[in-house]
């Protein structure tokens, strides 16, 4: 029998403090990030029943982030409070070429994730375990602990989705084609962006950007497009899956809405294509506010957008 958990998320949650105003505003509004707890609370407001591993400061700011998973009915018996450790903090600014992220999460709390930190007996009996090359890429130890989650999931029956998330200012680009590339034989789902790949692959086409996925390992590929929409495979069929016109303000997080909610709707039962013109609504909605968390759409929301657009 499985545990009450539908999704169990590993990773960095962060405090997010996001830029208004003109340039050269003082203005910043707070809110929260991470990307793989982005995408666990967007599953959350979606109906999945979440829980998610990670290390947080023994701060005012791991205590808010804390408190916002509690407040999103997140399980957070697996997080690990670090006295000795500060947590995550990100600013991102908005300029005519889209967001730009400046971190601050040097020696974080999450940075010193380690293997004897994960929940076995949890991941054990989960339907899905997501992570991201982030987690990857922050530091040895947190690498560490996304491969032993892996193991411990897929030795189960576990499934697991990956999204590369790929953030060159965290590693070198050929390191992380090296992990990257290394981890795709391990998952059940991979969820790169079209700049994740073009990046790690030098292809630009996305059906051929499909391919290469799944010549690497991968068995299902849910290419996201952003304003294009998305590309499902299972490896013999391919499906476009048309975006959802929204008047996009802010960008941050909708690649991890996508995730969160594309796994919510396979636990509720939805095909791929199905789950992804769901999950391509919600991330397009979540565009049409500012920060990563607070415009992460709910039920509600997603199923008014698209019965507006079949209308």
Same mark, same amino acid.
């Given at each position: 029998?499985?545990?009450?958990?539908?999704?169990?998320?590993?990773?960095?949650?962060?405090?997010?403090?996001?830029? =208004? &105003?003109?340039?050269? %505003?003082?203005?910043?509004?707070?809110?929260?990030?991470?990307?793989?707890?982005?995408?666990?609370?967007?599953?959350?407001?979606?109906?999945?029943?979440?829980?998610?591993?990670?290390?947080?400061?023994?701060?005012?700011?791991?205590?808010?982030?804390?408190?916002?998973?509690?407040?999103?009915?997140?399980?957070?018996?697996?997080?690990?409070?670090?006295?000795?450790?500060?947590?995550?903090?990100?600013?991102?600014?908005?300029?005519?070429?889209?967001?730009?992220?400046?971190?601050?999460?040097?020696?974080?709390?999450? %940075?010193?994730?380690?293997?004897?930190?994960?929940?076995?007996?949890?991941?054990?009996?989960?339907?899905?375990?997501?992570?991201? &090359?982030?987690?990857?890429?922050?530091?040895?130890?947190?690498?560490?602990?996304?491969?032993?989650?892996?193991?411990?999931?897929?030795?189960?029956?576990?499934?697991?989705?990956?999204?590369?998330?790929?953030?060159?200012?965290?590693?070198?680009?050929?390191?992380?084609?090296?992990?990257?590339?290394?981890?795709?034989?391990?998952?059940?789902?991979?969820?790169?962006?079209?700049?994740?790949?073009?990046?790690?692959?030098?292809?630009?086409?996305?059906?051929?950007?499909?391919?290469?996925?799944?010549?690497? &390992?991968?068995?299902?590929?849910?290419?996201?497009?952003?304003?294009?929409?998305?590309?499902?495979?299972?490896?013999?069929?391919?499906?476009?899956? +048309?975006?959802?016109?929204?008047?996009?303000?802010?960008? =941050?997080?909708?690649? /991890?809405?996508?995730?969160?909610?594309?796994?919510?709707?396979?636990?509720?039962? /939805?095909?791929?294509?199905?789950? +992804?013109?769901?999950?391509?609504?919600?991330?397009?909605?979540?565009?049409?506010?500012?920060?990563?968390?607070?415009?992460?759409?709910?039920?509600?929301?997603?199923?008014?957008?698209?019965?507006?657009?079949?209308?």
């Amino acid at each position: 029998m499985r545990a009450p958990f539908d999704i169990v998320a590993l990773g960095e949650a962060m405090v997010e403090f996001n830029h =208004t &105003g003109p340039r050269g %505003s003082r203005t910043y509004v707070q809110g929260f990030g991470g990307d793989t707890a982005n995408a666990v609370i967007a599953a959350a407001r979606q109906g999945a029943r979440c829980a998610y591993v990670t290390r947080l400061g023994d701060d005012e700011f791991g205590r808010m982030c804390l408190c916002l998973l509690r407040s999103e009915h997140v399980d957070t018996s697996s997080v690990v409070i670090d006295a000795s450790a500060p947590t995550g903090l990100y600013f991102v600014h908005h300029g005519p070429d889209g967001h730009v992220f400046t971190y601050r999460r040097s020696g974080s709390a999450a %940075s010193r994730l380690q293997p004897g930190d994960l929940p076995v007996a949890l991941l054990e009996r989960a339907t899905w375990l997501h992570v991201s &090359g982030i987690s990857q890429a922050i530091s040895t130890s947190a690498a560490r602990t996304v491969r032993e989650a892996i193991r411990v999931a897929r030795q189960a029956g576990t499934k697991v989705s990956y999204d590369p998330n790929l953030r060159l200012t965290l590693w070198p680009l050929e390191r992380a084609r090296e992990v990257i590339v290394a981890t795709l034989p391990m998952c059940d789902l991979f969820l790169p962006s079209l700049d994740d790949v073009r990046q790690l692959a030098g292809i630009d086409d996305p059906e051929a950007i499909v391919d290469w996925c799944h010549r690497m &390992g991968a068995p299902h590929v849910v290419l996201k497009l952003g304003s294009q929409g998305c590309l499902v495979s299972d490896g013999a069929q391919s499906t476009a899956v +048309a975006p959802l016109p929204v008047q996009a303000v802010d960008a =941050t997080g909708a690649g /991890d809405c996508f995730d969160g909610t594309y796994l919510a709707r396979l636990v509720a039962g /939805d095909d791929a294509v199905s789950a +992804a013109r769901w999950a391509g609504a919600a991330a397009a909605l979540a565009t049409t506010g500012s920060g990563a968390v607070a415009p992460l759409p709910g039920v509600q929301a997603v199923w008014n957008a698209l019965s507006g657009r079949e209308r």
